[in-house]
């Protein structure tokens, strides 16, 4: 049930070369193979140039589905952040519309997974921009998108710039995620507080975070989400140490907040939410009921309804 994944990012390294043979063969990029230019990571930096129309984007989104299916996940949140291509025609709404159809039509080739979409703010965006993204968000519910984040160079920006889209997020019914002291530079007592002010539903990563804001994040909320990303974090030098120096190894008793192993990037870290469940077991020594009732929680902080909750609540106690 991975709940923190950018769509970009789990785009697999076969997937991306797949559309640049298809892209070659048309004579349609000058592009060397992804998979000799990028080894395994390293961040994909330029997915840009490889996925920029709508065909690309639904062979990408239906490959990245379906990879999650075959891992066994039941329930998926993709995230991801609207570009416009112009020179394909591609604008951000359209870009949300084809992501949302090849969600639908990946829903319907695997129908064992049911995938919602939250919209991502980048740090570098513009109040204007961050608003508009919240107007496609709100106009998209219907279809599936169930909430805004905010993600990106965690050394840009001033996150209190959108106060106020956040704010309208709210009011519109949507939730709101937030990358959350994911390093230093992001982990300064007001953005934190900024942050915190706006009562997220969910944080991601939680990393560079204080003691008193510990507590708080278990104040803010009852039961408030929090995304954990291991591989991400120590591939990434994210944290220091290894896996077994997670802060996952501090969260997972404290009562109140729920904690979510999630990939965010699993084209670049090669590392599938089954296999972040496998190192969990392996470094912080869950016994099987540890990791049920783990799994179990989860599903109180999934961003669909109750109807959902139900299919997963009778999924995972079958399961168990
Ligand atoms: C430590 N990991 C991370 N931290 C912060 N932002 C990240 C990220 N991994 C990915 N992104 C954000 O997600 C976008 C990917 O494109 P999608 O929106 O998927 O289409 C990146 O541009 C970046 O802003």
């Known amino acids: 049930m991975p709940l923190h994944a950018h769509l970009s990012g789990s785009i697999s390294r076969q997937c ?6 298809g892209k070659k063969a048309a004579n349609k990029t000058d592009l060397e193979d992804p998979l000799v230019i990028m080894p395994l990571g390293e961040p994909v930096v330029d997915i840009n140039s490889y996925v920029h129309d709508v065909e690309s984007l639904h062979y990408s989104t239906l490959s990245v589905v379906e990879d999650f299916a075959n891992d066994g996940v039941v329930y998926l949140e993709l995230r991801t952040t609207p570009r416009s291509f112009p020179k394909e025609g591609l604008d951000k709404k359209g ?24 919209l991502s703010i980048d740090r570098r965006n513009t109040l204007a921009e961050a608003n ?22 965690p050394a840009k920006g001033d996150v209190s710039l959108f106060t106020p889209a956040f704010e309208a997020a709210k009011a519109q019914g949507l939730k709101i995620t937030i990358h959350f002291a994911e390093a230093e530079c992001s982990a300064s007592e007001t953005e934190l507080q900024t942050i915190l002010g706006w009562k997220p539903d969910r944080l991601g990563h ?12 278990a104040a803010v909320r009852p039961g408030i989400g929090l995304e954990l990303c291991l591989s991400c974090n120590v591939q990434l030098k994210m944290i220091t140490g290894n896996f077994d ?33 496998r190192l969990i077991q392996e470094y912080f020594h869950l016994e099987r ?10 599903i109180d902080v999934i961003f669909d309804g109750d109807a959902q909750k139900k299919r997963l609540r009778e999924i995972m106690w079958r399961t168990g």
């Open 16 to 21: 991306l070369h797949e559309i640049w043979r």
């Open 95 to 118: 870009y949300v519309d084809a992501v949302l159809t090849a969600i639908d039509v990946a829903q319907q080739k695997y129908p064992s997974i049911q995938v919602r979409l939250i």
């Open 132 to 153: 508009e993204l919240v107007a496609f968000a709100t106009y998209f519910i219907s279809r599936g998108v169930v909430a805004v984040d905010l993600c990106g160079d």
């Open 206 to 217: 939680v990393i560079h975070v204080p003691e008193h804001i510990r507590k708080q994040i």
């Open 245 to 277: 120096a997670h802060h996952f190894g501090e969260w997972w008793r404290v009562d109140g907040p729920v904690v979510v192993p999630c990939t965010d990037d699993v084209g670049v870290f090669g590392s599938p939410v089954s296999n972040e469940w």
């Open 289 to 298: 009921e540890d990791v049920l009732s783990l799994a179990r929680k989860g």
